[in-house]
């Protein structure tokens, strides 16, 4: 029998980061928890990266993954939103290497074809994949359900050449 891993995945964003975690053993997949750390949007950024860093904090902490992986971000036509949801996403890459997990990146498109067998699926779909996947798990937020959705994507990818260029940012 394999030793399950527990893996976060973290769906980066200023406003709501969404975070998921599941455990992989071969190729079995179990629920373990999800959520959604948000900023309050009446604050200075600095004070709302501070919300997210102590908030996804808390779920490294509660939670005790093994390995994390975070998704890419596409850049926008708006340079002020693209710029802060960078910064969002640093304290994605942040949190978890400094508990001291490996973090893989992956790109929206492959998290959507792994999970849900298309590059440019829907939200709704997304949804109803992980839930398809895994019929325990439960989300609060669209932001929950991609994080899980971008934990499965690791777990599909984290013993390929695809996951190990990812881990190492070549991806």
Known sequence: MMHPIRVLGIDPGLRRMGWGVIEVAGNRLSFIASGTVTSDNKKSLA???????????????????????????????????TLKLGQARGIA????????????????????????????AEKTQIRAMVKVLMPKAVFDTDDAADALAIAICHAHHRNTNSGRLAQLGAA
């Open 47 to 81: 004070e709302r990266l501070v919300q997210l860093h102590d908030g996804l904090t808390r779920v490294v902490e509660l939670q005790a993954p093994a390995e994390s992986a975070v998704e890419l971000t596409f850049v926008n036509k708006d340079a002020g939103a």
């Open 93 to 120: 890459l942040l949190v978890p290497s400094l508990a001291g997990l490996t973090v893989a990146e992956y790109a929206p498109n492959l998290v959507k074809k792994t999970v849900v067998g298309t590059g440019h």
